[in-house]
């Protein structure tokens, strides 16, 4: 059985705080900015007057992402690769800025779109079949999260794309606040389960 490592729970622990706080902070530190209806990336704008403080948050989560995948290695290797890829995706959307708040970059909305994917697909992708496994991990709890994950991303991509939607900040928060739970409630969940596993030997 391939193991959870401690860094792997760092990254875990931390993805969720630094989530929910980067864009809070950041939108509390602009006047007017609503967050049910203006993206997290107009945060990061160029226009942005914080864009440093949540291109940093961005930046630190891809971050969190690689040292999960590397350490997580409890995860089938295509699911580590997908995350890996996603922190990748990441990079890239914190690079490739929308240019203001009002408007839109191509490549931003490309990067961004396979990261909220890939966040997405890799419980399918890492999914177990051995028992020793949490059930998170196997069949039922993988494929059960990535058409849960891949439906409510469907959901604030189609918001995103269609110009002046009233929720597209709330949609955005939804399926990124899932997304990090659910990786850290597997990560943690099968490093509990191993322990456990470990000590019935």
Do not use: C
């Amino acid at each position: 059985m391939q193991l959870i490592g401690i860094w792997a729970l760092v990254a875990a622990t931390l993805g969720p705080i630094q989530n929910v706080l980067g864009w809070s902070i950041s939108g509390a530190l602009v006047p007017g900015y609503d967050p049910i209806a203006k993206t997290i990336s107009d945060l990061a704008a160029n226009d942005s007057p914080v864009q440093w403080l949540q291109s940093s948050f961005f930046l630190f989560g891809a971050l969190l992402t690689f040292i999960g995948a590397w350490n997580a290695k409890a995860l089938a290797v295509p699911g580590r690769i997908a995350l890996g890829l996603a922190g990748i995706a990441a990079i890239g959307y914190t690079v490739f800025a929308t240019p203001s708040q009002a408007g839109y970059s191509d490549l931003h909305r490309l990067f961004a779109t396979f990261a909220f994917v890939l966040f997405s697909a890799w419980p399918l992708l890492a999914m177990r079949f051995d028992k020793r496994y949490h059930w998170s991990l196997r069949p039922i709890g993988a494929i059960s999260a990535t058409v849960v994950l891949g439906l409510t991303t469907l959901w604030f991509l189609l918001t995103w794309l269609e110009p002046g939607q009233p929720i597209v900040g709330l949609s955005e928060r939804v399926i990124a606040v899932m997304q990090v739970l659910w990786l850290s409630f597997v990560i943690w969940s099968q490093f509990l389960h191993q322990r456990k596993f470990q000590r019935a030997l």
